[in-house]
């Protein structure tokens, strides 16, 4: 059975091309309470583009 973590919490990351495609990951709330920013890929625009986390 996975374990309830409070500190570590799934986010969604969704680009910012106006795509809608979106990545999951975890972040340390503790340590990242802002809004987390990654670039990668994304197919729909065969690009790396950068994604920010959505609340």
Known sequence: MARKNEVR?????RS??????TYMTTK??????????????DP?????VEFREER
């Open 9 to 13: 919490t799934a986010v969604k990351l």
């Open 16 to 21: 910012t091309a106006g795509t809608g495609y």
């Open 28 to 41: 340390n709330r503790r340590n990242t309470p802002d809004r987390l920013t990654a670039r990668k890929f």
């Open 44 to 48: 729909r625009v065969r690009a790396v």
